[in-house]
């Protein structure tokens, strides 16, 4: 049954993979990596770590990819289908070639007899949301912090660099609402933060 | 299955990413070449993770995966913005970073 299941997943993993490469539209590219990442999660699942597939699913093939197909669309993949030229390609799967060889080696070969088995005996506990919750929490709680101010770090330089520069255009400008009169300038809204408000321009500070 | 064929798989996919990453000239793709090769590596990490019969891999992994969602929310970021401003949308045409 292992092996079955084992089979199907790597099968997929390794197709799904070599789909985002051979892709020359980057939407197909995008469905490609959701059908991998699917794929990786049935392996995560027969190695046991049950918590991180199911953050694999959720995070991965949920939210960033939704983001990827939102970017897509908001570029347009069909114009931009490119590859590189013939020598640089053929140079790119030498050097491939190579890197497969010397990471084949450095990992069947080394002198790790556990590498050959099934693994550890494991503890009733072991991938559980509660025992990765206490791992994070008391051995790992620093590299945990640091995650999460990186996270915040990644969300403002997002916002920061896809902000729209300039401001609106003219004709969405005069929309103004009620509020946008009533309210005194800068007491929170969105678009005062990525600096396109009605007040920006429109009214003094006061 | 022994943990061996799974660190095959993760090698496999990892050197198609690194084509990937090489080749295409689409940022976009290559954001997601790079996912690849990040999986790649948290494939293996979770692989010795059950060789050792402890936990530590996973949560090397679940950090990984906290990484690659700042590489990309920047990263499309970046692409957006290059696209605002009616730059080529192509890793070999923008060879200066300028402000």
């Known amino acids: 049954m292992g092996e079955v299941l084992f089979f199907f997943a790597g099968a997929g993993a390794i197709g799904g993979a070599l ?12 469905l490609s990596l959701v059908f991998h990442l699917l794929s990786l999660a049935a ?3 027969l190695l046991q770590a049950q918590f991180v597939a199911a953050a694999q699913v959720i995070v991965y093939a949920g939210a960033v990819m939704v983001l990827y197909v939102f970017v897509v669309a908001y570029v347009g993949g069909a114009s931009v289908a490119l590859t590189a ?43 559980t949301p509660a025992h990765i919750g206490e791992l994070l929490l008391t ?40 509020y946008d009169v009533v309210r005194p300038g800068y007491t929170g809204t969105m678009a005062e933060g990525v600096g396109t408000a009605y007040h920006h321009e429109a009214r003094p500070r006061s | 299955v022994s943990i061996g064929w799974f660190l095959a798989v993760s090698v496999v996919v990892f050197c198609i990413g690194a084509i990937g990453v090489l080749t295409r000239r689409n940022p976009l793709v290559v954001l997601l ?15 010795f993770s059950r060789m050792w019969g402890n936990g530590d ?5 679940l950090v990984v995966m906290v990484v690659a969602a700042c590489e990309v929310s920047v990263g499309l970021g970046v692409v957006v913005a290059m696209y605002r401003r009616r730059l080529p949308i192509d890793v070999d ?3 200066e970073l300028q402000g």
């Open chain 1, 19 to 30: 789909g985002v490469i051979w892709a020359t539209n980057p939407f197909y590219s995008v």
């Open chain 1, 43 to 45: 392996l995560f699942l």
């Open chain 1, 85 to 127: 030229t013939r020598g640089a390609r053929v140079l790119a799967v030498l050097f491939a070639a190579a890197l497969a060889a010397e990471l084949f080696i450095a990992v069947l070969g080394s002198g790790l007899q556990a590498v050959k088995t099934e693994g550890a005996v494991l503890t009733a506990q072991y991938g």
């Open chain 1, 139 to 178: 051995k790992f709680l620093l590299a945990f912090e640091v995650a999460s101010f990186l996270l915040l770090i990644g969300a403002v330089g997002a916002v920061l660099l896809a902000r729209r520069r300039g401001g609106l255009p003219d004709e969405e400008r005069r929309r103004v609402s009620f």
């Open chain 2, 33 to 47: 070449c790079l996912e690849l090769m990040l999986n790649a590596g948290n494939l293996a990490l979770i692989g």
């Open chain 2, 57 to 61: 891999g996973q949560v090397f992994a």
């Open chain 2, 93 to 95: 045409e923008l060879r």
